[in-house]
């Protein structure tokens, strides 16, 4: 099955670059989503929580971006998932894109999926296109906030002062080094569960979607 979906973030396209292409830095704006691991090939582990009813389904997998063209802001990723108790699992190809519009960056994202298993309920009658533009819509909402969140770069007059005085910058570097070599590094920061996202609110919410675009169109 293919998807094909856009989304518009009020951000630069270079900063928009950044964050997509940061799967750590992107991993919790998808609910349910969370990064455990990663291997040096750039191959990220991790687990994806659905409540349906009164039951979750994990889904434990792997994500890697397999090609990226910096030059025209395209990024190819894939993913495999599998149920944690052997029933069913899904597989995905995205591609996403991105272009710079009017005060922003439009995101073209291209997924060709294969879903197996309890999720796959979800693929009748078009019901999991619904889905997922309402996750895509979530994700879109949380990646803007992310990016605006962040604090700004350098600007000119601080780059200038810098190069300005090279000695200074210099002195305080060292001065900083001198201090971290004496205190004892940070403990890393605990990898805080996901919370499942819930399927048959999904469920409800892309119904109701469906029936505000039928009731538009009479």
């Given at each position: 099955?293919?998807?094909?979906?856009?989304?518009?973030?009020?951000?630069?396209?270079?900063?928009?670059?950044?964050?997509?292409?940061?799967?750590?830095?992107?991993?919790?704006?998808?609910?349910?989503?969370?990064?455990?691991?990663?291997?040096?090939?750039?191959?990220?582990?991790?687990?994806?929580?659905?409540?349906?009813?009164?039951?979750?389904?994990?889904?434990?997998?792997?994500?890697?971006?397999?090609?990226?063209?910096?030059?025209?802001?395209?990024?190819?990723?894939?993913?495999?998932?599998?149920?944690?108790?052997?029933?069913?699992?899904?597989?995905?190809?995205?591609?996403?894109?991105?272009?710079?519009?009017?005060?922003?960056?439009?995101?073209?994202?291209?997924?060709?999926?294969?879903?197996?298993?309890?999720?796959?309920?979800?693929g009748r009658g078009g019901m999991i296109e619904?889905?997922?533009?309402?996750?895509?819509?979530?994700?879109?909402?949380?990646?803007?906030?992310?990016?605006?969140?962040?604090?700004?770069?350098?600007?000119?007059?601080?780059?200038?002062?810098?190069?300005?005085?090279?000695?200074?910058?210099?002195?305080?570097?060292?001065?900083?080094?001198?201090?971290?070599?004496?205190?004892?590094?940070?403990?890393?920061?605990?990898?805080?569960?996901?919370?499942?996202?819930?399927?048959?609110?999904?469920?409800?919410?892309?119904?109701?979607?469906?029936?505000?675009?039928?009731?538009?169109?009479?």
């Amino acid at each position: 099955m293919k998807l094909e979906q856009s989304f518009e973030v009020q951000a630069p396209v270079a900063h928009v670059w950044a964050a997509l292409i940061d799967l750590e830095r992107v991993a919790p704006c998808l609910p349910g989503a969370t990064i455990t691991d990663h291997d040096e090939d750039g191959t990220y582990h991790g687990e994806f929580k659905v409540k349906l009813g009164p039951t979750t389904a994990a889904y434990r997998g792997t994500v890697k971006i397999e090609e990226t063209d910096e030059a025209a802001h395209r990024a190819t990723m894939k993913a495999n998932g599998t149920d944690k108790r052997g029933q069913g699992g899904a597989h995905a190809t995205i591609v996403n894109t991105l272009h710079e519009v009017d005060g922003g960056t439009r995101v073209d994202a291209v997924t060709d999926f294969t879903i197996t298993g309890r999720l796959a309920r979800f693929g009748r009658g078009g019901m999991i296109e619904d889905i997922s533009n309402r996750l895509m819509r979530d994700f879109s909402s949380c990646l803007a906030s992310r990016i605006t969140a962040e604090p700004a770069p350098p600007s000119g007059a601080e780059v200038a002062a810098g190069e300005a005085a090279p000695e200074a910058v210099a002195e305080e570097g060292a001065s900083v080094a001198a201090a971290a070599a004496t205190q004892p590094p940070p403990p890393a920061p605990p990898v805080t569960p996901a919370k499942p996202i819930s399927g048959f609110s999904l469920f409800f919410g892309a119904l109701w979607d469906r029936i505000k675009r039928a009731f538009g169109r009479t």
